[in-house]
């Protein structure tokens, strides 16, 4: 029996040490999670990291095969999908092509005991057709929409059973770029609305950085990391995670000090760096394997000959590419010993400037709080 | 260039005779071989012969149970065989495939053999164990025996169709009406039957004309009874009498209009969409 504090919020979803094994592979291994009541939480890893058997064993497409499942403090180990108080959206729609967008957005009423009257049923399809924006589009075949009408038929569909948790899987993923990020925007506003828990299954870290408070971070059927998207990009606890979520440098090395926090890692060409190590990783021992990581926006860049205040690190190097991004410039730099090194400059500080251009002598610095040290796992 | 030659000679090869056939059905003379003018005299003559219409009919009875039986089972089967996994079904694929391919005359002679086998043994047995005074019931080659030598032809046919047919459906489609509340055989009759319909079709159509047609299968099994195909055959040894070409065409017409009837059936459907 668990007890449950008065400051926590309401579980929603709960696994307890789920594993999930299919004859000899492993898809979830030993997963203990929750997910608060009306949350944006989010599965993120690449393909067959077992995000999505996490999600279809809270739809109960599968059954773990050791642990629990718990929707709402009960176990539903052993309940079949069509008695979980749970709706999901699919990653190809999966909309029934017999049935027009109507009928499509009805069916989840129609299979319920006692059924809704058919005036209720065509005034709740019609209500939830205005919240998805596709009023008037009722009597439309399925196959005549575009993607996203289609998404967002997908979405009333499984919104109109007003479900304690929508499970959405990649549901952007066979949208093109512009229409994502308006789908992006467009979901969280509507789980800011509905106020029910939904759970995102995706590969995109992007996706999931702009749209989830919590996202967990799998890898091989084991969490690697779960927290905000800020803890997650500013504290990974591993170099998965932090080449996972966003764009970072990495410098390998072997760890020469460790003081709590602090480690001292010497790079390969000789070069002594030191980073501040996550709250939740594992300390590092002297001699292991370890890796700097610096995030491109945390290095300044600055002619060659300039002097640079505050900074912990200096490199030089010379200019390779240079990206115009709008709001942002992106260098390659290439550097003797440390490989070629990202640099993120805001368009603010280089306006005193043109910039650099492909070929300038440049040095590249960074101040001591902006390196972290990382384990290489 | 040599292709379309090509081509228009196997057409030719193929539907001359049986425009030969359309043709001499209508002859007004008394011989196959002979065109005298044309007439309809010889469809009268057809229609009005008692043997052919009890053949017809019988045909008829048989076919439609073939198709009702093979359509139901082959998509029972289809289902099942859909969620099997690993060597039984590779086993069950391997024996579905065999059975399409087993020419007509071995599943006859075969057939014979097993039924006339069992009820030798089971004819005694019944006589035995029946009370006094009733007559035992009989066992004996007739309706039943050309049906079920039929069926496990069609049945295959259908199951191929329809195994097909599933293949290509989304699975997410199954699971989202699951994940929508609907139990499992609400699901199947909402989702995968409106999916899998067509194929059944094109399974019960198909066994219907492969049942209405065969000959061979029917030959061994059929006992007393005469099928359509069996009476066109033993009238064939009299002689081809143009009102044997009257009966061909009068199938053939047959067989074009229900295929037809199904394409429109099934172009109609898909355009219509369906919604409650």
């Known amino acids: 029996m668990s007890v449950q504090s008065s400051n926590t919020q309401e579980i929603d979803i709960e696994f307890r040490a789920v594993s999930k094994r299919f004859e000899d592979v492993v898809a979830v291994e030993n997963v203990s999670l929750t997910v608060a009541r009306g949350a944006f939480f989010s599965f993120l890893g690449p393909s067959g990291c077992g995000k999505t058997t996490s999600l279809r064993l809270i739809a109960g497409f599968d059954q773990p095969t050791e642990g629990e499942v718990f929707i709402g403090g009960n176990s539903v180990v052993g309940v079949p999908s069509h008695k979980r108080p749970v709706n999901m959206v699919f990653q190809q729609y999966a909309l029934f092509p017999h049935m027009d967008v109507a009928a499509n957005i009805g069916y989840g009423l129609r299979q319920r005991n006692p059924k809704p009257g058919k005036a209720d049923i065509t005034k709740r399809v019609d209500e939830t057709l205005e919240m998805v924006r596709l009023g008037g589009y009722g009597k439309r075949k399925v196959w005549e929409l575009s993607g996203g009408q289609q998404q967002r038929v997908a979405l009333a569909r499984a919104l109109i059973n007003r479900p304690t948790c929508l499970l959405l899987d990649e549901p952007l993923a066979a949208l093109d770029r512009k229409l994502r990020r308006e789908m992006q925007i467009e979901l969280q506003t509507l789980q800011r609305d509905v106020g029910i828990t939904f759970i995102l299954v995706t590969h995109d870290q992007e996706e999931a950085l702009s749209m989830s408070d919590t996202i967990c971070i799998m890898r091989e059927g084991k969490i690697i990391q779960s927290g905000s998207p800020r803890e997650l990009y500013d504290e990974p606890v591993s170099k998965y995670v932090a080449d996972f979520v966003g764009k970072t440098n990495f410098f390998s090395g072997e760890v020469v000090d460790s003081n709590g926090s602090s480690v001292s890692v010497k790079s390969v060409s000789g070069q002594v760096f030191v980073g501040l190590q996550a709250k939740g990783a594992v300390p590092l021992a002297k001699k292991s394997k370890a890796s700097i990581a610096v995030r491109p926006e945390m290095i300044s860049i600055s002619a060659a000959d300039e002097t640079t205040q505050n900074s912990d690190i200096v490199i030089q190097g010379r200019v390779m590419n240079r990206i115009f991004l709008g709001e942002h410039s992106e260098y390659l730099i290439a550097t003797e010993g440390f490989g070629d090194v990202l640099v993120l400059t805001p368009k603010v500080l280089e306006s005193h400037s043109k910039g650099f251009a492909p070929g300038d002598q440049v040095s590249i610095s960074w101040g001591p709080e902006a390196a972290l040290v990382l384990g290489d796992t | ?276």
């Open chain 2, 1 to 276: 260039m040599t292709m379309r030659i090509y081509a228009i000679a196997v057409f030719l090869f193929l539907y001359v005779p049986i425009g030969i056939i359309v043709l001499f059905s209508f002859n007004a003379g008394r011989h196959a071989s002979e065109l005298r003018g044309l007439s309809v005299q010889w469809y009268g003559k057809a229609l009005s012969n008692a043997f052919v219409g009890d053949a017809f009919f019988t045909s008829l009875t048989i076919a439609l149970s073939v198709a009702v039986l093979s359509s139901l089972m082959g998509t029972t089967a289809a289902l099942a065989l859909q969620r099997m996994k690993g060597k039984m079904r590779v086993l069950f694929d391997g024996l579905i495939y065999v059975s399409v391919m087993v020419p007509g005359i071995v599943i006859g002679i075969a057939t014979l053999v097993a039924l006339v086998t069992v009820f030798d043994f089971l004819n005694p047995l019944l006589a035995a164990l029946w009370p006094e005074g009733i007559k035992p019931p009989k066992l004996s080659m007739g309706y039943a025996s050309v049906i079920a030598a039929h069926t496990l032809f069609t049945m295959s046919l259908v199951i191929i169709l329809v195994r097909a047919r599933i293949a290509g459906m989304d699975r997410a489609l199954i699971e989202a009406s699951m994940d929508l509340y609907a139990t499992p055989w609400r699901t199947f009759y909402q989702v995968t039957l409106p999916q899998i319909y067509p194929a059944i079709l094109a399974g019960f159509l198909l066994s219907f004309t492969f049942s209405f047609d065969d000959f061979i299968i029917s030959f061994f099994v059929a006992g007393a009874n005469t099928t359509l195909p069996i009476y066109i055959f033993a009238s064939i040894r009299r002689g081809i009498t143009p009102e044997v070409n009257a009966i061909g065409t009068m199938v053939l017409a047959a067989s074009l209009f229900l295929l037809m009837a199904t394409q429109f059936l099934l172009r109609n459907k898909k355009n219509r969409g369906t919604s409650e």
